[in-house]
């Protein structure tokens, strides 16, 4: 908020220079002197608001429009990784049983709480699809997730290596995604469900984390396209 306010002075204080310099040339300097240094006060504002003006369109040539232009080129290639961030939680929901169930695969942009929550309900914490490509063993769920998780983890940490070209808003939902620990929340749930033999032994109950995860995700997707347009 500050940045802005400060980037709006900044721009008034150019455009009035501008205006200055353009009413003094055309207009103040063919009139006689009204008051004692009058002309030497106005030619010291003409003289200052041409440093200011000069001063910006060499901010301009040398340090704004070459660091845009290097941003945008950055951003392009940086962009997979948030590609690659929506694409572990594609893979989270598409190894989910949805056997027995009249639904299509989720996907993270196209997911509502309700539908997961069936998914979810009827997905065992055993259950295992997805294979281990050392191992060639199915994982669990749990095992999956812990799994995806260390890939988002490698995604942000890439970003964070370019911070100056990320917003503070985006940032702040990197950290926010990296700060809670999935893994943890489904490996203490179903242990839990486990432990007190609770009746139904799904995954039901973990719909909101998840589904609050798969907010996040969208948030950063969002902020991204801001970050670019900036």
């Known amino acids: 908020m500050k940045n802005k306010h400060l980037k709006i ?22 009139i006689p002197e009204k008051f004692n240094k ?3 006060i106005g ?3 003409f003289n200052l608001s041409f440093t200011i003006i000069s001063a910006f369109i060499f901010y301009l040539l040398i340090d704004y429009y070459p660091k845009k232009i290097r941003k945008k080129e950055l951003l392009s290639s940086l962009e997979i990784h948030i590609t690659r961030i929506e694409e572990t939680y594609n893979t989270i929901l598409k190894n989910l049983d949805y056997s027995g169930l009249d639904i299509d695969i989720l996907t993270y942009d196209k997911c509502s709480n309700e539908v997961l929550k069936k998914v979810m309900a009827n997905t065992n914490p055993d259950f295992r699809t997805d294979v281990n490509s050392l191992t060639k063993e199915k994982l669990s769920i749990t095992e999956l997730i812990n799994r995806q998780k260390g890939y988002v983890e490698n995604q942000i940490a890439e970003l964070e290596k370019h911070i100056d070209f990320i917003s503070t808003d985006l940032y702040k939902q990197l950290v926010n995604l990296k700060a809670i620990d ?3 929340i489904f490996r203490a749930g179903t242990a839990m469900l486990k432990r007190i033999n609770a ?3 799904d995954l039901g109950i973990f719909s ?3 589904f609050d995860y798969i907010i996040k ?3 950063i997707r969002e902020e991204w396209n801001k970050n670019e347009k900036n």
């Open 43 to 45: 030619l010291l504002l």
């Open 217 to 219: 995700v969208r948030s």
């Open 182 to 184: 999935l893994t943890l």
């Open 9 to 30: 002075l900044l721009k008034t204080i150019v455009f009035l220079s501008a205006i200055f310099i353009i009413v003094y040339t055309f207009f103040l300097i063919d």
């Open 199 to 201: 009746p139904n032994q």
């Open 208 to 210: 909101d984390q998840l």
């Open 38 to 40: 009058g002309y030497e």
